[in-house]
C-alpha cells in the first residue's frame, strides 16, 4: 500500500507559507503567532478525515482515529511544527505530515485498525525559542517536570505558560499516556543516505547529546592603551580553546563531534578588549562513555589553557540526553516494510535529537529517514525531493499497519490462551 504522493507534497508546500522567509525557509517559533497558523492548517486536514482534537497540559496537539479495539492502546506517529529561525521547510514537518497523509489514506480506503492510532505535534522541539529542545516530548515522557517547563522563559522574558494560555494550547489531556508503540518519520538532516544513493534509513538509535555552558573572564581594558603584553584577552583566549577544542576531538575522539553555537560578548565594544564572554559547546558521540570521556578532556584542556593566559573559567552542564537504542520489534516493522517495499535502505544512528529520543524512555520506538539535499538542514536551503518524502511515507505506513497486525495477533492469542 503506498500514500498519495502529491497530496503529501501539496501539504508539505501549503505549510511552508505559514512563516516563510526571503530564501525560501520558514520561521515558525514553538508557541509563536506563526507556530498556531501552522497547528491550525493541520487542524483543517484532521477535520476533513474526522480526527479528534485534544490538547495535553504542555501543549502537545494530539490527533485521534479510534481503532475497532476500544481497549487497545494507541499507535502514535509524530513530530514537530516549530523551526529554527529562518530554518527549514521539512525538519519536524514533514513527520506531521507523513503521518496525516498516512491517516488520509488509510480514511480513503476504509481501513480501520486494530489500535487506535494518534497523530502528536510535539510543543518547542526545536529549543530556538525556549530552552532546553524537545520540551513538550520531555515532558510528557516525565524526563523533565512540568512547572519546570511552565516556567521556562524565552529571551524577552516571556514564559511557556504564559504563551500555552495566550495561544489557547493548554490543555487536559494527562502526560505520560501509555502508548502501545511510537513511530517518527524525518529528513536525515545529514548527507549520509544521499551520499550512500539510499532511499531509507532504517534508524537504530539516537547518539549522545551534551550542552555544556562556558564563561571566560578577563579583564576588560582600552583596546588603544594596553600592550599587548599586559593583556587578559577573553576573546583570543576563547578563540583558543575553541580551535584547540576542535583539534583535540578530531585526533583523539573519532566518531565525536563539536558544535559552538552561541557566543555572547558582555558590554562589547568594538574598541574595548572583551572582559567576560559567555558561550557554548555541543558535544555528541554515539557511545555514552566516549562522550563522557569527551566532557573529561574538555574541561581539561580548556582549564589548561585559561591558565596558561591567567583567564578565570568556569564550565557548567546544560543538558544530557544519554544515547538511545531503539526497540528492535519496531525496528524490524520497519525494515519489513521498506524490504517489501523493494526501496534501497540501510541502518542507521541519528545524529541529531529528537522527540523520539525521549519517548523511547515511554513505549517502544523508532524512527524512518529519507535523504536532504546536500545533507543541510537548520538552514533556509533545506531540501527534499517529492519523490523520497513520499517513499518515506510508504514505509511509515506499511510499518505501522505491520505493527498494528502483528500485535492484534498477539493480543488474540494471549486473549485465547486464558480462556
Known amino acids: ?228 603584553s599586559m593583556r587578559k584577552d577573553t576573546m583570543v583566549g576563547t578563540a583558543e580553546m575553541i580551535v584547540a577544542l576542535e583539534q583535540c576531538i578530531l585526533e583523539q575522539f573519532p566518531e565525536g563531534l563539536v558544535t559552538f553555537g552561541e557566543m555572547q560578548v558582555a558590554n562589547s565594544s568594538r574598541n574595548t578588549i572583551p572582559g567576560q564572554i559567555h558561550w557554548t559547546i555541543d558535544l555528541r558521540n554515539p557511545n555514552d562513555a566516549a562522550l563522557k570521556a569527551m566532557e573529561e578532556a574538555t574541561h581539561t584542556l580548556l582549564q589548561s589553557l585559561a591558565a596558561q593566559r591567567d583567564l578565570e573559567i568556569s564550565i557548567s552542564q546544560h543538558w544530557l540526553s544519554p544515547a538511545t537504542y531503539f526497540d528492535r520489534t519496531c525496528v524490524a516493522t520497519v525494515q519489513d516494510a521498506v524490504d517489501n517495499l523493494g526501496y534501497s535502505n540501510q541502518t542507521i544512528v541519528s545524529g541529531a535529537g529528537h522527540d523520539a529520543i525521549n519517548i523511547a524512555k515511554h513505549c517502544p520506538t523508532t524512527m524512518i529517514f529519507i535523504p536532504c539535499i546536500n545533507g543541510l538542514s537548520h538552514n533556509e536551503a533545506e531540501d527534499i525531493y517529492a519523490n523520497d518524502a513520499a517513499q518515506g511515507a510508504d514505509v511509515l505506513l506499511n510499518a505501522i499497519l505491520n505493527y498494528d497486525r502483528n500485535h492484534a495477533a498477539q493480543d488474540s492469542s494471549a486473549h485465547a490462551a486464558t480462556i
Not at 480501520?112 to 530556538?128: D, I
Not at 505520560?176 to 551520499?195: C, D, M, N, S, T
Open 1 to 228: 500500500m503506498r500514500v498519495n504522493a502529491e497530496r503529501l507534497w501539496q501539504m508539505l508546500m501549503e505549510m511552508a507559507k505559514i512563516g516563510a522567509t526571503d530564501k525560501g525557509g520558514n520561521t515558525r517559533l514553538a508557541l509563536s503567532d506563526e507556530d498556531i497558523a501552522g497547528r491550525a492548517l493541520l487542524l483543517q486536514w484532521a477535520e476533513k478525515i474526522n480526527l479528534s482534537v485534544h490538547y495535553d497540559e504542555v501543549g502537545n496537539l494530539i490527533l485521534r482515529r479510534e481503532g475497532q479495539n476500544e481497549s487497545a492502546l494507541p499507535i502514535v506517529m509524530g513530530s514537530h511544527l516549530d523551526t529554527q529561525p529562518k530554518g527549514g521547510r521539512f525538519d519536524g514537518i514533514y513527520g506531521v505530515l507523513a503521518g496525516m497523509e498516512v491517516l488520509q489514506r488509510l480514511a480513503e480506503e476504509k481501513i480501520t485498525t486494530e489500535h487506535p492510532l494518534e497523530l502528536v505535534v510535539w510543543m518547542n522541539e526545536e529549543g530556538a525559542r525556549f530552552t532546553p529542545a524537545m520540551m513538550g516530548s520531555a515532558a510528557f515522557a516525565g524526563v523533565i517536570p512540568k512547572q519546570h517547563i511552565y516556567d521556562s522563559t524565552d529571551k524577552q522574558g516571556v514564559s511557556v505558560f504564559e504563551e500555552l494560555v495566550r495561544t489557547g494550547q493548554l490543555g487536559n489531556y494527562p502526560l505520560a499516556r501509555p502508548f502501545q508503540a511510537y513511530y517518527e518519520a524525518h529528513i536525515e538532516q545529514g548527507p549520509v543516505l544521499e551520499k550512500n544513493e539510499i532511499s531509507i534509513g532504517v534508524v537504530t538509535g539516537g547518539q549522545a547529546i551534551l550542552w555544556l555552558d562556558v564563561e571566560t573572564k578577563g579583564r576588560a581594558a582600552h583596546a588603544g592603551t594596553t600592550p599587548m
